[in-house]
């Protein structure tokens, strides 16, 4: 098992490409502590991962209180050793920018963006005074190329991959490596929460002819989060089924 003895420290996990990625680190022996809003979701999550070392700790990534307070949970939860800290928590809400007013704003920004920040700089000392470890943050492929209708979300990914860089410039002296991981359409809740013209156009877009599978993703953040990305840092990897490729 690529994660064994190891602590993971996630943001997201009560649906779609978070859960499906809590299973598949838990699957490879770590003990994940699984940070999120959706106390419900988390539990089921936790039901699903059949004896893994699954736990919940509460967090709400718009209110800087709760991101603090997660942050001091994990950091004694894990006897100060974070081995992985994945930021896959997400949102948004297709719609025209004009029509974004600040409320709508401030959520998809600090969920995207803000609340990740924050975290991260929470659990950086600890992770740097443990001796190294990795980081990888989900962001998106409207991020990368900009998407209709997703302006505010486009610019809050495109900021997590900036970061993604900047950090891992940072963290190297430190055995930190960081990453991101950007995928293309996915057949979670957020996706299909997409007018069916839409989900429809973005299908016959894609090469493969088909949604990425949650487990796609995940597969993707446990190759960042496991040993054999050891020398790879501050690379974003587009998991879109050929729809975006990198230039």
């Known amino acids: ?120 700089r929470a659990l950086f000392p600890t992770m740097i005074a443990g001796g190294g470890g990795k980081i990888v943050y989900v962001a998106s492929d409207a991020g990368r190329v900009g998407s209709l209708g997703e302006t505010p979300y486009s610019a809050a990914k495109g900021g997590i991959i900036g970061f993604t860089k900047s950090l891992a410039r940072e963290g190297a002296r430190y055995k930190i490596t960081v990453n991101c991981v950007c995928p293309g359409p996915t057949d979670t809740p957020l996706f299909h929460a997409n007018p069916e013209r839409m989900r429809e156009a973005l299908l016959k877009a894609i090469p493969f002819r088909r949604l990425a599978k949650p487990e796609d993703i995940a597969g993707a953040i446990l190759y960042f989060a496991g040993p054999t990305s050891d020398y790879v840092t501050g690379q974003i990897l587009s998991v879109s089924g050929g729809l975006t490729m990198a230039g």
Request: charged fraction near 25%; glycine fraction near 12%; charge should be negative.
């Open 1 to 120: 098992m690529q994660l064994k003895y190891k602590t993971v420290v996630m943001t997201g996990g009560a649906s779609g490409i978070g859960r499906a990625t809590v299973l598949m680190l838990a699957k490879e022996g770590a003990r994940v502590l699984l940070c999120d809003v959706n106390e419900a979701g988390a539990n089921e999550t936790i039901k699903m991962a059949e004896g893994g070392l699954v736990e919940f700790v509460r967090l709400e990534l718009t209110d800087g209180a709760s991101v603090d307070a997660c942050a001091k949970q994990a950091i004694e939860r894990s006897g100060g050793k974070i081995d992985v800290f994945v930021n896959a928590a997400g949102w948004d809400r297709t719609q025209p920018f004009v029509e974004a007013d600040q409320a709508f704003l401030d959520k998809v920004l600090g969920i995207n963006l803000l609340g990740p920040v924050r975290l991260t």
